[in-house]
C-alpha cells in the first residue's frame, strides 16, 4: 500500500499589540574609601530608590563590591553595586519616572535599558497560531492548483513555535528616555508563530 500524494507547507503567523508595561533595568552604585562606606552609601541610594517609586514593583538583585582605581592605576577606593528591576504600567511615563529617580539618588542611579512588555501575550499567540495556519492553508491550495490536484485533508500538524519578545531599548536609548520620554510603538510586541502542514491531495 503506497502512502497517499501530499503537500507539506510551512506559514507563519504574527500578532503585536500596544505595550502595557515597561520594565526598567537599572543599577544602583555606591561609592567610598572603604568597603563599609562604600556599602554604606548603596544602601542609601536603594533606599532613595525605593521610596521615590511608592506603587511600584521594585525588585533588587545581584549585589557586589569592586576596587577603584583612577586614570594611573592607583586603587582609590571601592564601589558597591547592585542591580535593581522597576515595573511601570505606564509606559509613556518612563522618562518622568527616570527623572524623579536621577533627583532621588543622584550620580549613583544608572540605566541599563528598557523594555516595553504586554503582562499576557496568550491572546496574542493565539492570533498567530491563526495566522500561521491560514497562512499554510493559503500556500498548499497554491500548490495543488498548480500541481492540477485539489486540496485534501490535513493529516498532521507540527508547530514550529511561538516566539514572543518586546525589542529592547539600549543605553543610548534609556538617555534618550531621560530628556523626552521613550517612544512607544503599537507594533512593540510582536508574538511570531510557525506551524508545519501536512495535506492530502485528491
Do not use: K
Not at 57 to 71: C, E, F
Not at 156 to 177: I, W
Amino acid at each position: 500500500m503506497t502512502s497517499p500524494d501530499t503537500v507539506v507547507v510551512s506559514g507563519t503567523g504574527r500578532a503585536s499589540a500596544a505595550p502595557d508595561s515597561l520594565v526598567l533595568d537599572l543599577q544602583l552604585e555606591g561609592h567610598g574609601s572603604t568597603v563599609s562606606e562604600a556599602l554604606a552609601a548603596l544602601t542609601m541610594a536603594s533606599r532613595a530608590c525605593v521610596e521615590a517609586l511608592p506603587g511600584h514593583a521594585v525588585r533588587t538583585h545581584g549585589l557586589g563590591v569592586h576596587p577603584r582605581h583612577d586614570h594611573q592605576g592607583q586603587q582609590v577606593g571601592h564601589t558597591a553595586y547592585q542591580q535593581v528591576q522597576v515595573r511601570t504600567a505606564d509606559p509613556a511615563g518612563a522618562g518622568d519616572l527616570i527623572q524623579r529617580l536621577s533627583d532621588a539618588v543622584g550620580n549613583g542611579l544608572g540605566v541599563n535599558g528598557l523594555r516595553p512588555e504586554v503582562a499576557d501575550t496568550a491572546e496574542l499567540s493565539r492570533q498567530a497560531r491563526d495566522r500561521a495556519f491560514t497562512d499554510a492553508r493559503g500556500r498548499a491550495e497554491q500548490y495543488a492548483a498548480l500541481a492540477g490536484r485539489a486540496l485534501g485533508g490535513v493529516l498532521q500538524v507540527r508547530e514550529g513555535g511561538v516566539d514572543g519578545a518586546p525589542r529592547p531599548y539600549g543605553r543610548e536609548d534609556a538617555r534618550m528616555a531621560m530628556a523626552s520620554g521613550p517612544v512607544v510603538d503599537a507594533a512593540d510586541h510582536e508574538v511570531v508563530a510557525t506551524v508545519e502542514v501536512t495535506w492530502s491531495l485528491a
